[in-house]
């Protein structure tokens, strides 16, 4: 156990590293040369450009005005000058629903830390039961000020189940409060973007193959005879795994190309060679620049062949589509609604918008995806709980008696009072740490292996698998010891009753360990993020090495962004943390506030300056964050009724019982309420925007505006002079088409007999 | 422990009971006076009146016909004859689906019961374990063929391991063949059945109370924006219980006066006369005729008044409607989208039929729906786990040494042979039966309280509540001694993996108990079943006493109809008991069968001649009975796990770990592809039907046709001469109507302003 000193010891550590990133990521960041990667979102949004244009050489790489120098913190009031609907408009609202959830911490945490400290340290304190105890137990100085400190069958048990009431009910507050906000947020994020594709679009799975025609025709009829009203168009699906690749490679040339002929401009005598052969080692000297053209105009020969072979193979088209309707309305509906007598088959959804899509799981049958799902959740499993067995190695490191025996010439190393507040207060956070970094890669694998399809909810379900994790494994493993699968034994050995009760026991006990992974995982952690150390020192090796042209300086910073289903589940664990320890070991408390706080300032910096989200999911995850709150409400419930039924307070624990059961209809009650606004589109919501896009622009062309949306992207790497041929791949859908029955509800005919080649594209050409 | 003699006892009985219902069923059926109890469900439909019209006196009450006395048992041919389709035609969906549960019951069980008999018999008679330890354990001789009778640690246990799966995977088959075929039964129900009013219409809750206008005019207005292509009419629910109660009264008095005259017709010569006062006890003697006469004109002023009251005061108009559409296809789309912004207002789902609806629970608000749902939820809870003391205080009694204990004086009687057994054999089932009749209408009491708006869903919540009962009470219950709260505490102490040991040891030695259960409530049930001995007594006591008018005839045979909440769920124990004996005990299987095969003749007979449903559901309850299967399954396999390893079975014992797991993932399948089929009606059925509709009738007024599909069934209670008050409250809605702007999509507007009072329901009047 870590006592007092330890504690001091870590924070201070930690304190210092912290101020060492930041005072880091002060000088860094006013330096021209680092420009890209501190303010990449304001490059991909197109309003700064490379500083080094201009000024001498050396002022290209270092910021040589001392001024600036001076004022190296004010990034933190220039995070929070911004309002929020400037950042939702900067950053899109996934951002600032994330920013927000840092808020809901400081909005939870801040009273009931006042209240905790204030109530309950005097409770805790005054009945000094640990002093008479202490030869037996080792208990640090924190035990206290915890609940440990407690006498059993003590009256001032109520006070803590109080507390517990009190809080549960502030949390729910809060909780509704912020639902409510975010959910009419979206919807009014939802209301004011201005049009775009996915409000018309569904996406529809499962399309049975149809005897004897092309799947096209099939969706083609299929909605136009029972979406007659509203239907538009579709969007076919192309199996283009093997077009992709080329199309990778063509790129790579045509890089190779701009460098050589960006040479050959600033040195315009010597004409560059290459060498023919593997990776231009050895081989025939050849003129570059002609080498180059010669092999694009070849790739893309085989292009063409590949294009023609996806565009004639009517297997290269996949059972899915993109079914475009002429309203909000009839998309509203289509989605919602059960197209086909067989509920496997015609599966229609919102589309997601063209860049969330994640196109290699458009076309898993449904049986397919039934046991994939089973088969994972089976393997998420064994995962969490195998996973724990080289975690409780490390950690065992932390138990210093135990490691002198093993190595007993580490003795006098070990004994130094510094290190020995290192190793018991931060090792055992750190190697927690450095095993989550491999896990987020395996769990995504996991997820895409579901078979979703769509990145925003690859995303969520990665999140929630990682959160399972963390729960099982940081949480619990920190608090019991064992493998989570010898836990997982035990547990499926003892009593239902028994389990929190085995839990509660060690929690007060375990308050400095959390308390010093805080500290390492929140704060130097949080620092260490706005300095982005990783991705700085990435961006200059690759512009020492690799970059040749100004393509590649663009594409050298990759696009960062909020990793959401790493950073939102660890978050929701401080949530867990607080919550827990509330009424435990109140002195947790501030840790977690200065967490919230730090976290917020510098994530706000960072939507603002660096991140930029790869799509927009309108917060769709907040039902998610909200429902893992409600679950460490619960689970702070059932660990706090353990700990009591150990202190023998029997008079006051069965007060706690109606809790959970409250704190559970709670949360129906805002599943009903609420989450329908993240995966349903309201029709009075569709027809008013329907009415007043048709008041704003009643002749507008939405067929033209929707025709090539759902386009793969693969087919969007065309050059302009393509365009004839791209044509082709967007009106391929309609090549055997045959005239259908006339509507008779008088809907426009999009058929045109006399232009069959051309007219999804005619945009200007034709009214 | 019952020996294989109690079992032959009860066996006895239980048959000679059977026969006695049989032959006094076959006695009675024949005599006229009986032909409204045994055909009632002709007299309703119409085709066979009143036989005692006909013949002399006695051979009105009386058959005389001896020819007939001969063929007693024709009845079950004549059951037979009628094919399925028929009884689909004559009795409905629900009904038909009713029957096809006994009809699984048999495809699962016969070859089950002939494999476990052939296969397990031997393989358990020949390890006598039993005869060694006969000393030690009470066991009765059918333990000899069970799996208590085989060594632990024994190899043969893989033989029961293997029958486990192979029974449960012919039980999924069964199943999915089942719910496939029940499935499209319902869909071609659906499309088949003419034209209804539900198909049209959908019912919408909690409507907002709008400021300054009227809930008619808001859902008019509501629906007129957001469906504006397919929006037809709405019908709105009054508050309209003070108005029924009068309603009933003045039936009441009419039927009074029905009588009087019919006496006054009789005997011309005397004016029937009757006292005013209290129940015709005391008070001055006036004219019956003239006295009924004036009471029901005074009523029918009250009633005009209250007529108006309702129409013109705002807040009888209840915040729910029954909106129509002009097709199925909208009312489809109108149903399974989210209305409104706030997914707790404009609820919308499919309406009941008119017949199935439950008006008192039309209004309840959201917020409370959630909360009574909570309570009640708790309130089973309660029930369920304290109802059990009681009966387990009868079923003490069985346990004769404790009751000669308490009461010595019984001994001689006791001691007899055939008192002991029929005490041991029968009073437990018995006794059991007679509490559970008591339960069924708590269990619907609490399932209004939870809001459900249709009969047809209450009952179904009702008969999961019933199964759950049924399930702790009396499987449970019956196996692990003591009250269901003692073990509910028990198990709380325990560990998971215990509960299944704890109860699998017992099940092998309840074998006996649930042999007789199943003679006296299956065999012996069923057969009084067919006799109707309440509702038959019932009849005749009214006639004699109560019947004054020939609609009081009619009435006093209320129809009758199967029981659901109570009869699905006993049944679904069968299936339980079935599947948990299958591999443990094989030898109650065939007991099971012959319940099934019984059962199946007489409900069959039953539906065809006695029942007639209050609504159809299109066998709704399908899923609940897939699923309660599905669970069976479940705990049959968990406590075989349990039997197994408390007879240290160890290497056989973790083949069973992957069979729930498939188990569930095949429910989970089954729910995905057939439940939808069950609360969703796929837009290409319905557009279907509408375009067949549509070439049928091309011209039909259909807003005529729905008109007054859903008015309350109170308002139907006037005669034809109030016709023209009765439109006043159909068409009251649009009294305040103010016509909105024209609709463009050039929907007709129904709004006729030269005869606002009339239009709804000038069917031939105008076009």
């Known amino acids: 156990m870590a006592t007092l000193q330890d504690i001091t010891v870590s924070a201070f550590i930690n304190i210092l590293i912290a101020f060492a990133f930041l005072l880091a990521f002060a000088l860094l960041r006013i330096q021209p040369i680092n420009d890209r990667v501190y303010f990449s979102k304001w490059y991909i949004t197109g309003s700064r450009t490379s500083p080094r244009r201009s000024g001498n050489f050396v002022g290209k790489f270092v910021n040589l005005n001392l001024r600036t120098y001076l004022t190296f913190l004010n990034w933190m009031p220039q995070a929070m000058r911004i309002s929020e609907a400037e950042i939702i408009d900067h950053a899109g609202l996934d951002s600032a629903a994330f920013l927000r959830i840092y808020v809901l911490g400081l909005k939870i945490f801040v009273p009931i830390t006042v209240i905790a400290l204030l109530v309950l340290l005097p409770v805790n304190l ?65 209301a004011s973007q201005s049009r775009r594709a996915e409000q018309f679009t569904v996406v529809v799975q499962n399309v049975p193959r149809p005897p004897g025609k092309s799947i096209s025709d099939a969706v083609d009829q299929f909605f136009r005879t029972n979406h007659p009203d509203h239907y538009l168009c579709h969007q076919a699906v192309y199996n283009a795994n093997k077009f992709a690749k080329l199309s990778k490679k063509r790129d790579r040339l045509q890089n190779w190309l701009d460098y050589y002929q960006l040479k050959f401009e600033r040195n315009p005598n010597k004409r560059p060679t290459t060498k023919k052969g593997f990776w231009g080692l050895w081989g025939e000297r050849v003129d570059s620049i002609e080498h180059y053209k010669q092999q694009i105009k070849d790739l893309e020969k085989t292009m063409a062949l590949e294009r023609q072979t996806i565009i004639k193979d009517p297997k290269s088209v996949l059972p899915v589509a993109f079914v475009s309707f002429d309203s909000r309305w009839g998309a509203a509906v289509c989605a919602q609604t059960q197209q086909s007598r067989n509920p496997t088959k015609w599966l229609t959804c919102w589309a997601p918008e063209p860049r969330d899509v994640y196109w290699k799981n458009l076309s898993i049958p449904f049986i397919s995806l039934t046991i994939r799902r089973l088969v994972i959740s089976l393997l998420v499993f064994a995962l969490v709980f195998f996973y724990m067995i080289p975690i409780a190695f490390v950690q065992s490191l932390a138990n210093l008696d135990g490691l002198v025996r093993v190595a007993p010439f580490l003795r006098p190393v070990i004994e130094t009072e510094f290190v020995k507040s290192f190793l018991q207060g931060y090792l055992p956070g750190l190697a927690l740490k450095i095993f989550l970094l491999v896990l987020p890669a395996i769990l995504m694998f996991m997820s895409k292996m579901e078979g979703y399809i769509s990145l925003s909810m690859l995303e969520r379900r990665t999140a929630a698998k990682y959160y399972f994790f963390m729960l099982v494994n940081v949480f619990l493993g920190s608090i019991v010891t064992g493998t989570a699968f010898e836990q997982l034994h035990a547990f499926l050995h003892q009593a239902p ?8 026991v060690s929690i007060p006990m375990k308050a400095t360990f959390f308390i010093t992974y805080i500290m390492v995982d929140g704060w130097a952690g949080i620092a260490s993020e706005i300095l982005r150390l990783k991705p700085l020192i990435i961006f200059h090796l690759k512009n020492m090495f690799l970059v040749k042209t100004q393509r590649d300086r663009e594409l050298a910073m990759n696009p960062p962004r909020v990793d959401f289903p790493e950073t939102i589940p660890s ?24 967490f919230f706080a730090f976290a917020y300032l510098v994530y706000r910096h960072q939507v603002i300056n660096v991140y930029n989200q790869r799509y927009e999911s309108g917060a769709a995850f907040w039902p998610h964050v909200h429902s893992r709150i409600i679950a460490s409400l619960l689970i702070s419930q059932l660990l706090l009724f353990g700990l009591l039924s150990t202190k023998k307070a029997a008079n006051s624990t069965p007060f706690l019982i109606a809790l959970p059961i409250l704190t559970l209809s709670f949360h129906k009650y805002c599943k009903h309420r609420f989450e329908p606004a993240f995966w349903k589109f309201p029709l009075e919501e569709a027809m008013a925007k329907d009415i007043a896009d048709h008041t704003a622009e009643p002749d507008l062309n939405l067929r033209a505006y929707l025709a090539d949306a759902y386009l793969h992207p693969i087919f969007r790497s065309f050059e302009v002079d393509e365009e004839e041929e791209l044509v082709e791949v967007r009106v391929n859908k309609h090549q055997t088409h045959v005239p259908g029955p006339t509507s008779t509800s008088g809907n426009v005919c999009y058929y045109d007999p006399e232009h069959p080649q051309h007219y999804t594209y005619q945009r200007e050409a034709e009214p």
């Not at 009431?165 to 959910?183: H, P, Q, R, S, V």
């Not at 929701?572 to 200065?594: D, E, H, K, N, S």
Request: hydrophobic share 50%.
């Open 126 to 190: 005054s009945n000094g039961m640990l002093s008479f105890l202490k030869r037996d137990l080792v208990t640090s100085d924190i035990d206290k000020l915890s609940i440990s400190n407690v006498r059993p069958k003590s009256l001032r048990f109520f006070v803590h189940i109080g507390l517990e009431y009190l809080f549960t009910i502030w949390t729910c507050f809060m909780l509704y409060k912020e639902y409510d906000y975010i959910a009419s947020m979206r919807l009014k994020f939802l």
């Open 497 to 504: 009753t028994q389990i929190p009760r085995t839990i509660g």
């Open 571 to 594: 978050l929701q664990l401080y949530f867990l943390l607080g919550l827990v320890y509330a009424v435990v070991t109140p002195i947790l408390l501030p840790f977690i506030v200065v």
